[in-house]
């Protein structure tokens, strides 16, 4: 009880010295969750519209899951289309798809270019956030977003709270600010832990189980796999690179089973015969192959026009890879179109090397709807075929929605804040939640290239901060909600609570653009407008 009082203290001090004189110089006050790449976009930009912000960071550095991440990882996309808008990759990276180590680089000379580190408070976890101000029953009663559609709202006394805890020195102290900007992401923090029936689960396994996130933190994780028999379980990306760090060091004397239940996209490249596929998806032309949320008659006719061309394109496609991967041969051709996994960000690359490590026997590939434990490894679904492990590797992923939800303190905020699971998450321009006031998400919606869309929506957010536009009504916002909704039903399937925006990238940054009052159309020319793809270097210099 004594430590809270003496932080308490502490806290009453900090507000006097630092808050309060923030607040006599007008100036709101603006929080920020996360140093990962939305957290320093957000807090670029927030710089650049002459705000103070203080971003919270758990971790001792930068990067968010770009800090602590499997040995072999690389980027997904070409440094093109994986940069902020206002800095490119130094002329000395000549790869098309870089180390984790150099993304590190990349990011840590984004903070340094535009003084961001002075704004981070490292090793500081964010335990909790809370609304004060206006009651749940008041804010269910507002017409506009908090009360008049204002970033920091009608409340002269709303602010959110939080409860932070220094991971150092054990202190937990109180900050309040004005509008709280959560940048936390959704593939990291709760990992997705897959449940059993009674006597089948993880608990009768003797040997060891851990999931990808623990093994991507593990300084030594070839000496820990070295000479086991290992048992990956997913069939993700994640999965797939770490089965094949395991043949590398195990090879195949000690070969390395994946089992896997669905089947996805992986490929070795981001083209086919020389071009790029940005040019199938990723420009102003192949928006008019979708049907986008709140589109006209014209949009709607020239979509269900052009469906066929756009299928025509995904068997193309389909066809190279297949040609081109020995995916057939391993039985690894996914149910699914090209175009699905475009549209649902399920598509990544393929290892290096990969099929060649299962073609030698060093990684054995099992496809399995469901399996439980025993003493000594693994069982399939068929109860048939035991698998021998001495580690078993979950490569299940996270659960994001969790993540967010937990941050919260209040209970209507943990059961607004992500919807329910038969619908999308519920957030206006994908960072605005309509009943959730002075709050912003950024980067939990995903794209191709999550860097792109999470800077566009901090550039977005930023400019709502400074008053360069109001929001409309909740009625409006909740019924553009729904119409995103109806999008990512039909374009994402099952996977729709990925929020991915990835083929209606464009569209979506056209809306934004209109939003802040600057023209959407970025090219030059009308062949490069049209045709050429978008990126991030396009939307540098917003005004």
Partial sequence: MAGFLLSGSILAERKLQTWTQSKKMDRKRVGIIGAGVSGLAACKHSLDKGFNPIVFEADDTIGGVWAHTLESTRLQAPTTAFRFSDLAWPATVTEKYPSHRKVMEYLRSYASEFDLLKCIRFN??????????????EIMQWEHWSGNGEAFGAQKDGVWRLTVKDL????????????????????????????FPANSGLELFKGKILHSIDYSYMDNAAEFVKGKKVTIIGSGKSAFDIAAEV????????????????RHWLVHKSSICGVDLSY???????????????????????????????????????????????????????????SFAMSSCLIAMLPEGFYDKVDEGSIILKKSKRFSFFNDGIILEDGNEHIKSDIVILATGFRGDQKLRDIFTANWCKEKVAGSSATAVPLYRECIHPRIPQLAIVGYSES??????????????????????????????????????KYKDLYNGKYFRRSCISTVNVWFNDILCQ?????????????????????????????
């Fill in 448 to 485: 191709l290239t999550n860097i792109y869309a999470s800077e566009r929506m901090a550039n977005w957010v930023t400019h709502f901060l400074a008053g360069r536009f109001k929001l409309p009504s909740i009625r409006c916002m909740e019924e553009s909600v729904a119409e995103w909704a």
């Fill in 280 to 338: 199938f998806y990723l420009n102003r032309i192949s928006q008019l192959l979708v049907h986008k949320p709140g589109e006209g008659f014209l949009y709607y006719v020239l979509a269900t026009a052009l469906s066929p061309l756009r299928w025509a394109i995904s068997k193309v496609i389909e066809t190279y890879f297949k040609r081109s991967i020995p995916l057939q041969k391993h039985g690894m051709v996914p149910d699914y179109s090209f």
């Fill in 168 to 195: 150092k020195i054990g202190n937990i102290e109180v900050f309040l600010v004005d509008f709280l900007i959560v940048c936390i992401g959704r593939h990291s923090g709760s990992p997705n832990i897959p449940e």
């Fill in 124 to 137: 500081s976890q964010v335990l909790g956030v809370e609304y004060l101000g206006a009651t749940e029953g």
């Fill in 515 to 543: 939003d802040i009052g600057c023209n959407p159309k970025r090219k030059k020319g009308v062949l490069a407008e049209w045709f050429q793809p978008y990126g991030p270097a396009d939307y540098a210099s917003l005004y």
């Fill in 247 to 262: 043949a590398k060091v195990n090879g195949e004397t000690q070969p390395c089973t994946m089992i896997y239940r669905t």
